[in-house]
């Protein structure tokens, strides 16, 4: 398996540029929000972590900081729940229509991913296995029982992120009665069957193309427990996900294998979570969603598989950042230096199938 190198910009350019930060709490002094919980924790660690890695970086947590004074030359846009539908394109479609580059992926990808119907119909295009779901759309038909045969269906907005609205259901009449509870909030509804198996995550992020990063399981209590935006944002105590490395072997190979299959769906892209479930049972592999701004702080997903190959925090957040750079032209490709991973005792890491 390819990886890194690792990205760093030099001294230079990162004096000349100016990026503008843009998340809602990137103006915060890092203290966990009632509502949102730990994403203030998060949002204010990117900007201090961009700022000690010597950047030139304002913070700015509003849209209207991107309507008239254009004077910065990046975007690095994390600002994906801005306080009504479809928000996380926001910033991408504003700094398109500025000409200004930005951090991600272009609207109509953001879209494409951040619409969960859509993502699953193009996954299954390419011949991804993934569980059948339903499409309600506001103002849409009529809403009827699924066509196909479930025990258990999941039900929550069809962009939602964080878990946020989600519920799990063995009575269609409950079913449809929180659809159409989420559709009279504005949003459109999916509905899926909930197969059984344990969640695996695979980051992936840019640095001379797709780097895939080593795939995580989560280990819960309950496996079809559904996990809470409450728990995902810590506001909730009651929270025993637990993430560690897949072990090598035919099944990280195949998780690896169906991550890079639906990819071009949302390449070029600076960072995504592909979310599989695997069943030890029937031995299926199913792909659940993919997020194209998953969450980067120092507690997730993400940065959790890039510290089991010795990536540091800062090292994932500036490669993220100079591929994103580079692959827009908004810095020469010189500029930005490439090194290895390397071991507390100073000896290149990586090597075999360990990537």
Same mark, same amino acid.
């Given at each position: ?10 001294d ?57 004074n ?22 991408p ?14 609207? $109509? !990808? @953001?879209?494409? &991913? ?10 299954? #295009?390419?011949? +991804? =296995?993934t569980?059948?779901?339903? $499409? !309600? @759309?506001?103002? &849409? ?9 479930w025990? #258990?269906?999941? +039900? =929550?907005?069809?962009?939602s ?5 989600? &519920? ?16 009279a ?16 995550a ?9 780097w ?61 979570r ?52 580079r ?29």
């Amino acid at each position: 398996m390819q990886h890194g190198p690792l990205l760093r910009l030099n001294d230079a350019e990162k004096k000349r540029l100016k990026i503008v930060y843009l998340a809602k709490w990137a103006e915060g002094d890092g203290t966990p929000d009632k509502v949102d919980g730990t994403h203030a924790t998060y949002h204010a660690e990117m900007r201090e972590t961009l700022r000690a890695l010597g950047y030139n970086v304002e913070a700015a947590s509003k849209f209207e900081r991107l309507y008239a004074n254009h004077d910065y030359d990046f975007l690095f846009t994390m600002l994906n729940r801005g306080g009504f539908v479809n928000s996380e394109i926001m910033g991408p479609l504003l700094s398109t229509y500025n000409r200004i580059p930005y951090f991600g992926a272009s609207p $109509i !990808l @953001r879209g494409l &991913g951040d619409d969960k119907h859509l993502m699953k119909c193009a996954v299954r #295009n390419r011949g +991804v =296995k993934t569980p059948d779901w339903m $499409i !309600l @759309r506001r103002g &849409g038909v009529s809403i009827d029982e699924p066509g196909f045969e479930w025990k #258990n269906l999941v +039900v =929550k907005p069809n962009a939602s992120s964080a878990s946020w609205g989600i &519920g799990a259901f063995n009575s269609w009449a409950d079913a449809k009665r929180h659809a159409q509870d989420l559709l009279a909030q504005g949003h459109d509804v999916i509905i899926e069957n909930l197969v059984e198996g344990y969640e695996i995550a695979v980051p992936i992020i840019g640095s001379n193309g797709p780097w895939v990063l080593p795939p995580l399981r989560f280990y819960v209590d309950d496996p079809l427990a559904i996990r809470s935006y409450a728990q995902k944002r810590h506001l909730d105590s009651k929270d025993t996900v637990r993430l560690e490395k897949l072990p090598e072997g035919p099944l990280r190979e195949r998780v690896i294998e169906t991550s890079l299959q639906l990819l071009p769906e949302v390449w070029p892209c600076d960072i995504g979570r592909v979310e599989l479930k695997y069943d030890e049972k029937t031995d299926t592999l199913n792909f659940i969603e993919i997020n194209l701004s998953c969450n980067l702080w120092s507690k997730k997903a993400t940065a959790i598989s890039a510290a089991t190959i010795g990536v540091t925090h800062p090292q994932l957040l500036e490669t993220l950042l100079c591929h994103s750079l580079r692959r827009q032209g908004v810095v020469a490709p010189e500029a930005v230096i490439e090194y290895p991973i390397t071991t507390d005792d100073g000896e290149s890491a990586g090597g075999g199938d360990e990537w």
